[in-house]
Nanobody, 115 residues
């Protein structure tokens, strides 16, 4: 059973930074893609950023220029560096991993940005 464990969420002031981490229970190269989604209160879950097995990255328009996704295969970790945070970035952030056999999700980590 694949496990994804997020960490790094918290409360930060507008303009601040946070780095989210996701640790996988197996090598991240077992997945075609990994990344981050978020879900704000009363909103649908939306993609934030993703990275493919080949290293290609993709960002939602809301995070371009502010968020950076990266990975450390030796540590089985994927990161989301978030800078210049805004109150509208407040959400639960979920790590996900996808491969042919299915999709896997972490339990989520809360990010709250105060104005």
């Amino acid at each position: 059973q694949v496990q994804l464990v997020e960490s790094g969420g918290g409360l930060v002031q507008s303009g601040g930074s946070l780095r989210l981490s996701c640790t996988a229970s197996e090598t991240i190269f077992n997945f075609n893609a990994m990344g981050w989604y978020r879900q704000g209160l009363g909103k649908q879950r939306e993609l934030v950023a993703s990275i493919t097995i080949g290293g290609m990255t993709n960002y939602a328009d809301s995070g371009k220029g502010r968020f950076t996704i990266s990975r450390d295969s030796a540590k089985r970790m994927v990161y989301l560096q978030m800078n210049s945070l805004k109150p509208e970035d407040t959400a639960v952030y979920y790590c996900y991993a996808r491969r042919i056999t299915g999709e896997y999700w972490g339990q989520g980590t809360q990010v709250t940005v105060s104005s």
